[in-house]
């Protein structure tokens, strides 16, 4: 039988100002959540962090941001491939922290994967520059000498990320990668109880040598006098108590300098058993499943973890009894023995808070299943570990009741309570005043429908689960990179992940107004009216290394014939009586007879502007914002503005994308179609396997 082996405690350091260094004190004790044997010791007191701070935002700052996007981005994937590469070492302390190896793999896996997701979607849909623009080009002038264009630029000073005990790997992982991304340098402090894998992390990645130096700083230990030092140009985000989080938002310094500032805190989340999921239907088994699930995994300390469950009064008893006895088959013990199902708690006191916390809840419910002063293991050591077995409440009367829904036991506990309509379960889990995730498990469109857009204000997100979804859903608890992960209300207010979403969270908006010429040298990217150099050469005969923002190619014109209407409908199939009946086209309130197809239009603009011999355009992959303004009839004469609008070179391939500028108009000047062609373009050609 494997069991937890914990060496001689080590001294945990400060990756602060470029080195590793020890606080001035002995050090705190830190426990095997298991077997209590201490495996580290823990303090930052007399450390410099003004200096620290000041290193980021000078040093660091200026190392990610000469860096574009994708570079940022590329570093991500590097760092990540070689984390994973050293996945065991952080497994074997993670069981320290009471999680079992699945349990691990949400917080190490799940975190490395973040990274990959992260520099996976910057380098899909951000472009390969050092700024973003925001929105569409504002025009302030009639005759376009004047226009504003909203952009997105990295601030200028450091994120402070203050992570909670749970998700070691994790939660620090999730924050840093969009800041990363952004181009901001991060100082991470994660909370005492789990550090030591915090910090055995940052070893790795600093030894990578991947991130520059700068990026990436670690505070072991208490924060100090951390938040004395920040200013308007920094960011502060916090996950953990809402009190602490509170404590922190009302900083004297963080009010006066406005620092940017997001928490991830309590959160009362719920799960609703639909009406329509009986016993004998798979929504009823989705649901206990997923509830004991919730309550077990990491002992139930997520905070998203399921807290309050909502079901049809009719079936309060089959709930439970399922419950119970699924938790009742949880085997608890020393996450190193491969039978443990689930582990301890992150420590004693971790325990003791949960606890106290049942007991109040007891003010409201009753113990249906689990005892909080019982447990029962089988490894581990149940005096010296803070094992905790699961506990179910029930509270039969949730509307005249409070503490269910302002007390949140971080740990194996949740409550049932019952309903009679589902736009009263709506109403309680309103009640928890603002969560991070709410679930409703149901096969019914109106529930689902009446669940979701009633809980939707108050939650940052909202699962529905049925049987067709069973397999590939990711489950009521997990956050995803590409969705937001946060919450109003009581659960912080703030948003984390979501994709970009979160970049732009370490980046200033700003309206930059001037004449289109001189905004274009400001965004890297043409606006209608900067200009643009009609040059001899096809566009579409240049390479990147040769082609420039506002190359541009003017076409002969072509006549849209009654002839070439009829062909493209017969050939297409498209015969919509716009395009076929002059009657029924001039009773359209839009047109003054029969018009050419929009996708006509399209195509014939293609057969003005396309280059057809083998060049650097290497593929068309698409049109964006493709719009129809002026109707087409037979006789009018189109002609095609094709205009070098972006290029974006990618860093680790031989080609880029180059998106341009295509306006189509008629004879009077008038256009009738405007949008953006993009397409795959070789840096220089011929290619060198082509040459080759």
């Given amino acids: 039988m494997m069991t937890a082996s914990s060496p001689a405690p080590r001294q945990l350091e400060s990756f602060l100002a470029g080195s590793w260094r020890r606080g001035a004190g002995g050090g705190k004790p830190l426990r095997n959540a298991a077997t209590g044997d201490p495996v580290a010791l823990i303090d930052a007191s007399g450390l410099d962090f003004a200096a620290a701070l000041d290193w980021g935002r000078t040093v660091g700052r200026a190392n990610l941001q000469k860096h574009s996007f994708h570079e940022r981005a590329a570093m991500l994937k590097a760092l990540a491939q070689a984390l994973m590469a050293k996945k065991e070492a952080f497994y074997a302390e993670s069981l320290w922290t009471g999680a079992t190896r699945t349990d691990g793999w949400i917080d190490i896996e799940g975190g490395i994967g973040t990274l990959f997701a992260y520099s996976s979607k910057a380098r899909r849909e951000l472009p390969n520059t050092r700024v973003l623009t925001d929105g569409d080009v504002e025009p302030l002038s009639k005759d376009g000498t004047f226009s504003a264009q909203h952009i997105l630029s990295p601030l200028q000073g450091i994120a402070v990320h203050i992570n909670a005990f749970n998700f070691p790997c994790w939660g620090m992982l999730e924050k840093i990668a969009p800041a ?24 790795e990645i600093l030894k990578t040598g991947i991130l520059p130096d700068g990026a990436l700083q670690l505070v072991s230990g208490s924060a100090g006098d951390l938040l004395d030092h920040l200013t308007g140009q920094d960011v502060l985000t916090f996950t953990g108590s809402a009190a602490t989080g509170r404590s922190l938002k009302a900083h004297p310094v963080v009010v006066r300098e406005a620092v940017r500032f997001t928490m ?61 006895a699924r938790l009742g ?89 019952p309903y009679d309509e589902i736009d009263e379960a709506v109403a309680l889990a309103r009640r928890g005043k603002g969560s991070l995730v709410a679930s409703v498990f149901t096969d019914d469109p109106k529930v689902a429908e009446a669940a979701a857009i009633g809980m939707a204000p ?16 990711t489950g009521h608890g997990s956050p995803l990179p590409n969705l937001v992960h946060g919450g109003p209300g009581r659960a912080g207010g703030g948003e984390e992940l979501g994709g970009m979403r979160a970049v732009k969270h370490y980046m200033q908006r700003t309206a930059v107004q001037g004449t289109p010429r001189l905004l274009s040298a400001v965004t890297g990217r043409w606006l209608a009216g900067a200009g643009a150099t009609d040059t001899s050469e096809h566009p579409f005969r240049k390479s990147l290394a040769e082609l420039r923002i506002g ?72 049109v964006d914002n493709l719009r129809f303004l002026t109707p087409v009839y037979p ?47 070789a840096k220089t050609w011929p290619l060198a396997e082509a040459a080759e």
């Fill in 329 to 417: 088959k949880s085997v608890l013990g020393d996450p190193a023995n491969e039978k443990t199902r689930m582990g301890p708690l992150a420590s004693k006191e971790q325990r003791d808070e949960v606890r106290a916390r049942i007991a109040d809840l007891k003010s409201d419910a009753e113990i249906v299943a689990g005892d909080p002063e019982m447990v029962s293991v089988a490894s581990g050591d149940p005096q010296s570990g803070a094992f905790l077995s699961p506990v179910l409440l029930h509270c039969a009367d949730p509307f005249n009741a409070d503490t269910v829904h302002d007390v949140e036991a971080f740990g194996p506990v949740a409550t049932v309570m």
């Fill in 635 to 681: 006789g009018d004469c189109l002609k095609v503005q094709l205009t070098c609008k972006e290029i974006n070179p990618r860093i680790n391939a031989d080609h880029g994308e180059v998106r341009w500028d295509c306006e189509v108009s008629n004879q009077d000047g008038e256009i009738v179609a405007q949008y953006d062609v993009l397409t795959m373009v």
């Fill in 264 to 324: 991830e805190a309590d959160s009362l989340n719920s799960s609703i058993l639909g009406q329509d999921a009986a016993p004998d239907t798979p929504e009823f088994d989705l649901f206990v499943k997923e509830v004991a699930r919730e309550m077990t995994v990491k002992a139930g300390q997520k905070c998203t973890a399921i807290r309050r469950v909502f079901v049809p009064r009719a079936l309060i008893d089959p709930v439970v009894a399922a419950l119970a």
């Fill in 180 to 203: 990363l991304i952004a181009g901001m340098p991060c100082v991470v402090k994660p909370a005492s109880q789990t550090a030591y894998l915090t910090e055995l992390m940052v070893r």
């Fill in 458 to 473: 108050f939650h940052g997100r909202v699962l529905i689960g049925n049987r067709a979804s069973a397999k590939s859903s």
């Fill in 551 to 622: 190359d541009q190619l003017v076409t002969g014109a072509r006549e849209i014939t009654l002839a070439d209407i009829e062909h493209f409908a017969t050939f297409t199939g498209d015969t919509f009586y716009a395009h076929m009946d002059e009657a029924a086209a001039r009773a359209n309130p839009f047109f003054d007879g029969r018009v050419a197809h929009g996708y006509l239009i399209v195509s014939f603009a293609a057969g003005l502007f396309v280059d057809p011999a083998p060049g650097p355009v290497l593929a068309n992959y698409g």
